[in-house]
């Protein structure tokens, strides 16, 4: 054997030593089950997503004064299902959640999106060694994941429906929209603050409001160019109603109304606007022949305190206004 | 050999009895098989006897309800039973002249008396649909919902009524209301005392008045001083051995287990509807709910056990279905708040036994709740360590409440320090917590009359949560 050899057969010793050492180094111990009893034992260890998540509704979905009130405090028991569930992966994806017995306050909290039948956590990564143990969960990212609280009134549904669940370029899921990664870097995570209807930049997107004159006639028009789902989606609560009124007037004049009524109002249609749809409308009134002001309301609750005379600037959030010259 | 097999035995035999272990908490089909087997039994029955003959037009169904109208006495009667013998002939078109507007409201009135007298399915159904009219489309006529709730023969198809129980849920027709109690009530069940309660305490005055006095009215056969007691007897369970004299008919029962397997669906609205309609529903429904406890669809299993606990007192029969439904863990949380609601004093050491650290978290909360509820007598010990620091709040507080139920106004310790923290700690938790100082104010009698007043004086206050846990600042004693 040549010196030489003998040199590159140690190196390829050394080589393989070296990369035994590497592969089988003994891994850090697996961390011990450790049972959470609550989300705040999150806190010290994910700061930033339970900051963004205690801004979120998610948060609120027990403590909501709009919820407490119609629910008559949880009174109605029939409210608690979706507002202080159990982990959704106790029930199962897609799956109908139920409603659980402790930290309510938290109502849809870390431990109902991330808690695992195994006493686990579901992440992306593996972690045995980390404290709450998280195992990649491919359903965690899956639509059918925000379901079981929002199918109910069929938004994944019609989501489903929609030219965003294609596969392709186009394609965007509730994810993509609603809990965007950080600062758009995918290794920094996803935003836990799930903006929805009360974030005023967001509802601003899902619409565009235009006007024009068609042979001297003011028709006015609303596209659905961002929201992934009806508009305005899910909650029986919310409308969103256009208003007009000639310029220089303080009163504003109802045009339509976007919603979906309760089960009780059998009398009112669903008037939801589809993805990507448009709807047109003409004022059938001489006095929108001169220059006129027409606006997009969105709102909460649906009721008006004086239904015969709506102020949206008071009781609505403005999200477009445009205006039409004669 | 043979020595060693005989000492082996003495040994088997001579080990002190160990309770053998349990089998596995079954799950089966419970639901599917029940509902195969009654429908078998309502094929099987004999079809409503059919006269011979092509359906009537409602030309010809206006001409005969118009002989109805336009008569009296004996000749009223005789052109009643000539619908009545035209039978499943007629029905299709009185159904469609129970939403014919355009026409004399007398021969809809008479239509449904029609309907009525003849009874069959179908006949029944044809009135229940009416009934049912305001939950699809606006309803020009109210009144003939009314009419219908009145006319209904429940006698003759009890049923129905699981579907008159549904109609009081969606009905806000005050007239229809008090009609449907008044119906239910004929035949033993007296789930519209709730609503006749809501509208004796509403605006219209016309029916309030209306319905206090029929509430009077069954109070009064039941041996009781008015409604107020009538209410109370029929939350707390005292008429479960009157409901339902006759047994349910096979039609009934299947209508029982119809709702039962709702529970399963997908929509909340089915699943609402259902747990409605099972709670509003008598002793056969809680046999029902009992059995359905073990079956395989989780969903029908959680809310079964839920109905029981909103029937409270009045599911008292099924307590020891519901002790061993704490076997099962999804099943436990919802079977140990059902315990704490049925007011049966011997599901109290179960409960206990279901506070060990062995046990699931949200089953030990559960327990704590319902012991809290039930009242803790002869439980305290395991109990008291759990007031420890080191206990979740969630089990710490729920444990204080329980321990709150046996102490007596001069008695309360720690546990009283940790109601009130519980209901300053945060507003939309503090209502149980309130609940069970309020029993406790109410078990102390005349010591506590101020504080009582004061109490309730800040009901209505917006810092209410806070101010009623400062009244009760100071007041714990410390415990040897």
């Known amino acids: 054997m040549s010196p030489g050899r003998i040199v590159s057969a140690l190196a390829v010793v050394g080589l393989s030593a070296w990369l035994l050492l590497a592969v089988f180094r003994p891994p850090p111990p697996p961390a011990p089950p450790r049972t959470f009893t609550s989300s705040s034992e999150c806190r010290n260890c994910h700061a930033g997503a339970y900051a963004e998540w205690q801004d979120s509704w998610h948060s609120r979905a027990w403590v909501d004064a709009d919820v407490r009130t119609l629910s008559n405090d949880f009174a109605n028991t029939d409210c608690i299902d979706c507002h202080a569930p159990r982990p959704v992966f106790e029930t199962g994806i897609g799956q109908r959640v139920l409603p659980r017995e402790t930290r309510r306050v938290e109502g849809v909290d870390c431990i109902a999106c991330h808690l695992r039948p195994d006493d686990r956590i579901a992440g992306t990564i593996d972690a045995p060694s980390a404290a709450c143990r998280p195992v990649a969960t491919r359903e965690l990212a899956n639509v059918d994941f925000c379901a079981p609280c929002h199918n109910q009134h069929n938004t994944v549904d019609q989501w489903r429906a929609s030219k965003y669940a294609e596969p392709g370029p186009g394609y965007q899921d509730c994810l993509s929209c609603h809990m965007p990664y950080r600062d758009g870097d995918p290794s920094k995570g996803r935003d836990h603050r799930m903006h929805g209807g009360h974030a005023l930049e967001l509802v601003k997107r899902a619409v565009e409001l235009r006007a024009k004159r068609v042979d001297g006639n003011a028709v006015v028009e609303v596209e659905n160019v961002g929201a992934g789902h009806n508009f305005p989606t899910d909650e029986r609560s919310r409308a969103s109603d256009l208003f007009w009124r000639p310029r220089g007037e303080t009163t504003w004049r109802p045009l339509y109304r976007f919603r979906n009524p309760y089960r009780f109002e059998v009398d009112l249609p669903n008037t939801e606007l589809a993805a990507h749809a448009t709807l047109a409308r003409e004022i059938d009134d001489p006095a929108a022949a001169g220059a006129i002001e027409i606006a997009l309301f969105y709102k909460f609750s649906p009721y008006w305190t004086d239904p015969t005379a709506p102020d949206p600037e008071r009781e609505a959030v403005l999200v477009h206004r445009v205006e039409l010259e004669p | ?480």
């Not at chain 2, 908490?25 to 079809?47: Q, T």
């Not at chain 2, 027709?173 to 035949?187: C, G, H, K, M, Q």
């Not at chain 2, 609940?435 to 810092?463: F, K, M, V």
């Open chain 2, 1 to 480: 050999m043979r020595g060693l097999a005989g000492v082996w035995l003495c040994l088997a035999a001579c080990a002190p009895a160990s309770k053998p272990a349990p089998p596995p908490y079954a799950l089966e089909p419970v639901v599917a098989r029940e509902l195969a087997a009654l429908e078998i039994e309502v094929a099987r029955e004999p079809a409503p006897r059919v006269q011979n003959g092509p359906a009537l037009e409602l030309s010809e169904a206006r001409d005969l309800l118009g002989a109805v109208v336009g008569s009296e006495g004996k000749l009223r009667l005789a052109a009643l039973d000539d619908l009545k013998q035209l039978g499943e002939r007629v029905v299709p078109a009185l159904r469609t002249e129970l939403v014919a507007n355009d026409d004399d409201p007398a021969l809809r009135a008479a239509a449904v008396e029609a309907l009525a007298e003849i009874a069959t399915p179908s006949a029944i159904d044809a009135l229940l649909e009416r009934l049912e009219r305001a939950r699809r489309e606006a309803d020009p006529e109210p009144w003939m919902r009314a009419h219908c709730a009145w006319r209904l023969p429940l006698a003759k198809a009890d049923w129905s009524a699981d579907r008159l129980l549904l109609a009081l849920k969606y009905e806000s027709d005050y007239e229809t209301v008090i009609w449907l109690a008044r119906s239910l009530e004929a035949n033993g069940s007296l789930a519209g005392v709730v609503g006749l309660d809501v509208i004796a305490r509403g605006p219209n005055a016309e029916r309030a008045a209306e319905a206090t006095s029929v509430l009077q009215a069954w109070a009064g056969a039941r041996g009781l001083a008015g409604p107020a007691e009538l209410l109370a007897a029929y939350h707390g369970g005292a008429f479960v051995d009157r409901e339902e004299p006759n047994p349910a008919s096979v039609r009934a029962r299947l209508a029982t287990w119809k709702r039962i397997q709702s529970l399963s669906e997908w929509q909340l609205r089915g699943v609402d509807d259902a747990r409605f309609v099972l709670v509003q529903s008598g002793p056969s429904a809680v046999d029902a709910l009992a059995r359905a406890l073990h079956d395989e669809n989780r969903y029908v299993r959680v809310h079964a056990a839920q109905v029981l606990e909103r029937m409270g007192p009045r599911a008292r029969a099924a307590v020891d279905p519901l002790l061993d439904a704490l076997r099962e863990r999804g099943l436990a949380p919802q079977a140990a708040r059902a315990l704490g609601r049925l007011g049966e004093a011997r599901a109290r050491p179960a409960l206990a036994a279901e506070l060990d650290r062995s046990r699931p978290f949200e089953v030990r909360v559960a327990a704590a709740r319902a012991l809290a509820d039930l009242g803790a007598d002869g439980v305290e010990d395991s109990l008291q360590p759990l007031l420890d620091p080191a206990t979740p709040t969630d089990l710490r507080y729920a444990s204080a409440s329980a321990l709150l139920s046996v102490r007596g106004f001069g008695d309360a310790g720690a546990e009283l320090e940790l109601v009130a923290a519980a209901i300053a700690a945060n507003a939309a938790e503090a209502p149980p917590f309130e609940a069970t100082i309020e029993r406790w104010l109410a078990r102390a009698g005349e010591p506590a009359a101020e504080l009582r007043t004061r109490w309730y004086e800040l009901a209505s206050d917006p810092e209410r949560p806070r101010k009623r846990a400062e009244l009760l600042a100071g007041l714990a004693q410390p415990r040897k």
